[in-house]
């Protein structure tokens, strides 16, 4: 459902760095960005509720510098707790989420994996 990958929490982070490190513990991706402080989207409103990145992705990698988002069973109430830093993988069909209210200052990393094995 959700599992502790890396800890990892630089100065300033670095996409090429995390995809890195993904590839070495054995995670493909077949995409990832990282998002910077101050970053905004006309979909922030959406991405504040509960929600899951649709029906086809499998698996994400989610990591945040400061406040990380929330994640809870698709069919429970109960929170599940990650701390600043932790890059958890994500069973995307299982655990919804969402970004916290609070996403100043915030690096965000998202990473879609290639659960195809190409």
Known sequence: MI????????P??????LDGILQ???INLELSELRAPGWTDPEIPNLQKWHTDGTVIEHLV??????????RLA???QIM????????????????????IDTTNRWFYRGIVNTRGC
Request: proline fraction near 10%; avoid cysteine.
């Open 75 to 77: 069919d429970s109430k």
């Open 81 to 100: 707790i990650v701390h600043p830093g932790d890059v958890v993988l994500v069973d995307n069909f299982k655990v919804e989420h969402r970004m916290p």
């Open 62 to 71: 989610m990591w945040a510098s400061v406040n990380p988002s929330l994640y």
């Open 24 to 26: 070495a513990l054995g």
């Open 3 to 10: 599992t502790l990958l890396y800890k990892y929490l630089p």
């Open 12 to 17: 300033y982070p670095n996409k090429a760095e």
